[in-house]
Nanobody, 121 residues
């Protein structure tokens, strides 16, 4: 069964950058749709970004409006790893960030434990 582990979280001042990684163990990573979600303090989990399968029809990536132009999602199937490059971080980006994977578009059945990102003013 696929397992996911996030890393790269931390505490940074507003305006700085972080890169999150999500490493997968298992054999289905290259065939999985992948995404990042986050849960801000006291709020519900929300979508951040999605990366499509290479060569699949549709957009290669989709972003929440709140992160568009600042965050970049990518995947390296050879390394079983997904990334989230986060630039120009804002206090409102403070959250626990989760990576998710699924073999069906829009359905994520494997989740990582999360990594904390804290942006200070």
């Amino acid at each position: 069964q696929e397992q996911l582990v996030e890393s790269g979280g931390g505490v940074v001042p507003a305006g700085e950058s972080l890169r999150l990684s999500c490493v997968a163990s298992g054999t289905t990573f290259s065939r999985s749709y992948l995404a990042w979600f986050r849960r801000p303090p006291g709020e519900e989990r929300e979508f951040v970004a999605f990366v499509n399968l290479p060569g699949e029809s549709g957009p290669p990536a989709v972003y929440a409006d709140s992160v568009k132009g600042r965050f970049t999602i990518s995947r390296d199937n050879a390394k079983n790893t997904m990334y989230l490059q986060m630039n120009n971080l804002e206090v409102g980006d403070t959250a626990i960030y989760y990576c998710a994977a699924g073999l069906r578009l829009g359905s994520y059945d494997t989740w990582g434990p999360g990594t904390q990102v804290t942006v200070s003013s």
